[in-house]
């Protein structure tokens, strides 16, 4: 099985705090602003990966758009409730440490001892959608905080560093009713086909999204405004159910309710097979470092014949490893 569905996920009044914890966070940025500044070829966007075969293929369904509306269509806002020692929004302890996703962690990787890791949220505008994607992984020692988000992702996809990797559970819950934004995922591989899930209030998709690629369909609704959807602008709410994107200066650039939002909160938590492989991640005794990635990388590119001569600049490098590793479904014309 490779999605399991949590359908009610939390009692009706705990979902209602969720949806008051949505409203009552404070404005949310956008996901291209999203990320811990790394030092290796900062020229890469976080998810450079992602962004630029979305770009490149007009998305699942290879639709043909500008590309400018087609980057503002999955740059969607993003806020982090919580992330381990780093960040822990007030109210988000109940849904962190809900014992129905952590049952459904432990079972989907048949490892019993489960640590949250993260809780960040997600909203999308309609005619907003999230690229075909894995999500970032993490090894011992290289974390979303050290590693670029793709560098991190193209280490999953090359298996190379498999003794490193933590498994890690996603369960993607939704709270509100917006319209479309079906969860799309691959099962069976990039080479397959995709299967859909239609999320509605109060329920939750738990997989391993480390693993399967995935994204979100578009959410149906008036999507004109999105032409003037730039970066750096944010989502407030302005009371009610009200809510409007704003720039920088505070202009407003578009109102939506909160019905028109598609909003989802993922929750990841890591899944070890006993306390003495949590106890070596805890300890950093075996920790993986830049420089060890790197040469591992290019080592196995020249093996393969994918690189020869000198290794290129770090940009350079980056986007072949991404290139060479990381094979995206085939776009599906509807
Ligand atoms: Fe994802």
Redesign the pocket.
């Known amino acids: 099985m490779a999605i399991t569905v949590l359908d009610p996920l939390l009692s009706d009044d705990a979902a209602d705090q969720m949806v008051e914890l949505w409203h009552s966070y404070g404005s949310y940025q956008q996901y291209s602003n999203e990320g811990f500044d790394t030092t290796f070829a900062p020229e890469l966007a976080q998810r450079y990966d992602a962004a630029v075969n979305f770009v490149r293929t007009g998305g699942r369904f290879g639709r043909k758009e500008d590309t400018r509306l087609l980057a503002a269509r999955t740059n969607y806002f993003r806020e982090t409730y919580f992330y381990g020692e780093h960040a822990c929004s007030a109210g988000i302890e109940a849904f962190r440490d809900d014992v129905g996703l952590a049952a459904a962690a432990r079972a989907l990787h048949d490892r019993p001892v489960t640590v949250p890791a993260i809780v960040y949220a997600n909203v999308l505008l309609p005619g907003q959608e999230?690229a075909v994607?894995t999500?970032v992984p993490e090894f011992r020692g290289a974390n979303r905080r050290l590693i670029p988000q793709w560098l991190l992702v193209v280490m999953r996809h090359s298996e190379l560093f498999e003794p490193w990797r933590l498994r890690i559970a996603?369960g993607i819950a939704y709270f509100g009713h917006a319209k479309g934004g079906e969860l799309a995922y691959y099962p069976d591989g990039a080479a397959g086909r995709a299967e859909v899930y239609a999320p509605h209030h109060n329920t939750a998709a738990l997989l391993d999204?480390d693993s399967i690629f995935?994204g979100v369909d578009r959410v149906i609704g008036d999507d004109s405004p999105l032409a003037r959807l730039k970066p750096g602008m944010r989502l407030h709410p302005d009371g009610g159910e009200q809510w409007s994107v704003r720039t920088a200066a505070g202009d407003v650039m578009a109102s939506y309710g909160t019905d028109d939002l598609r909003y989802s909160v993922?929750w990841k938590a890591y899944c070890f097979a006993d306390e003495a492989e949590r106890a070596a991640w805890e300890s950093h005794d075996d920790d993986l470092a830049l420089g060890f990635i790197l040469t591992t990388l290019e080592d196995d590119l020249r093996a393969k014949g994918a690189l020869v001569g000198d290794r290129p600049s770090d940009a350079t490098f980056g986007k072949l490893l991404i290139d060479t590793y990381i094979h995206f479904p085939a776009p599906q014309p509807a």
Do not use: P
């Open positions: 999230l994607h999500d996603t999204t995935h993922s």
